[in-house]
């Protein structure tokens, strides 16, 4: 999937800990998003920026922090993790003047102990 | 709201069997529906789309009807091979809307 990079791919947390989610694209589209995926829910919009400086709550963003840092980069911070928040973690892009039409990276498997 | 609802999984097909994904959806107006598909290890990748009534998408062999009478969008193959092997999202975008709302997929595994 070149054009959207996701970092870390793997991550263990101890409940508590901290840590970022990193996403970025070299496509030059300005809507970026960060989803969740947990068996059986499907994907689950977390947070979306539609823009450089902008950013919007999706459908679950209750525990997470999001900063559009440039129109590259697109970061998921997770302040103080719970097991609740194990899930493959997936940032995507909107391909520019195709609605729905979503680009995605590899994930990032994270789990909480 | 919106809503995307999916035949429920495990899918298991001999190779060059039909396959029928079953997929209804929930919304006002005229949404644009999708299908995606995740193969193990990865991220979710566009397989077909179509933006209005009576429209057919296809791409590698897979067909959908968008079907506004019967507000369905199931995904069709005629003939399965083992590479097919994945995970298949139903997905729906209406208007102006910023986010798609999927359904909550359909593991497809294919034996030889």
């Known amino acids: 999937n070149a054009g959207v990079t996701q970092t870390p791919k793997f991550q263990v947390l101890k409940t508590g800990q901290s840590m970022t989610l990193q996403c970025a694209q070299d496509?030059?589209?300005?809507?970026m998003y960060w989803y969740r995926q947990d068996p059986g829910m499907g994907l689950r919009l977390i947070y979306y920026?539609?823009?450089?400086?902008?950013?919007d709550k999706g459908e679950v963003p209750n525990g997470y922090n999001v900063s559009r840092l440039n129109k590259r980069e697109f970061s998921l911070r997770l302040e103080s993790a719970a097991p609740s928040q194990t899930s493959v973690y997936f940032c995507?892009?909107?391909?520019?003047?195709?609605?729905?039409?979503?680009?995605f990276g590899e994930g990032s498997r994270l789990t909480v102990l | 709201g919106d809503s995307v609802t999916q035949m429920e999984g495990p899918v298991t097909l001999s190779e060059e069997a039909f396959l029928t994904i079953n997929c209804t959806y929930t919304?006002?107006?005229?949404?644009?529906l999708f299908w995606y598909v995740q193969y193990p290890g990865e991220g979710l990748q566009l397989l077909l789309k179509?933006?209005?009534?009576?429209d057919k998408g296809s791409n590698k062999g897979f067909e959908a009807t968008y079907r506004k009478e019967t507000t369905s969008f199931h995904l069709e193959k005629g003939s399965v091979q083992v590479s097919d092997s994945a995970v298949y999202f139903c997905?729906?975008?209406?208007?102006?809307?910023?986010?798609?709302?999927f359904g909550s997929g359909t593991q497809l595994t294919v034996l030889p």
């Open positions: 920026s539609a823009s450089e400086g902008t950013t």
């Open positions: 179509a933006t209005k009534a009576d």
């Open positions: 997905a729906l975008i209406r208007g102006s809307a910023r986010q798609l709302t």
């Open positions: 919304a006002t107006g005229y949404p644009s």
């Open positions: 496509m030059n589209h300005n809507s």
């Open positions: 995507a892009i909107s391909i520019q003047g195709k609605a729905g039409e979503l680009f």
